[in-house]
């Protein structure tokens, strides 16, 4: 596993405590894409089932996961897909 994934799992753990966690590279996907030979950041999909979303809205449940990634998201991150779901919506 990459250190990028490590480093976004580590982050998202601390602050959401999630009960599922799951960070997939999509970066070899995006092979030659512009934007992201610009910003070196690769492409990550998070699927995230977590307490913390309880009662939020899509957006909220957002900004939660890009508060604790941070600097990451304008440095190692150029694009990530969120799926963000509490644990009564992912059973």
Do not use: C, W
């Not at 030659?32 to 449940?61: N, P, W, Y």
């Amino acid at each position: 596993m990459t250190q990028r994934i490590e480093t976004i799992k580590a982050l998202l753990q601390h602050s959401l405590h999630p009960q599922h966690l799951e960070i997939i590279d999509d970066s070899h996907a995006h092979a030659g894409h512009a934007g992201a030979m610009q910003s070196g950041g690769g492409h990550f999909t998070a699927i995230i089932v977590a307490d913390a979303f309880e009662g939020k809205t899509l957006v909220q449940r957002h900004q939660l996961v890009y508060k604790a990634l941070g600097d990451l998201m304008r440095s190692d991150i150029h694009a990530l897909i969120i799926k963000a779901r509490t644990p009564s919506e992912a059973s």
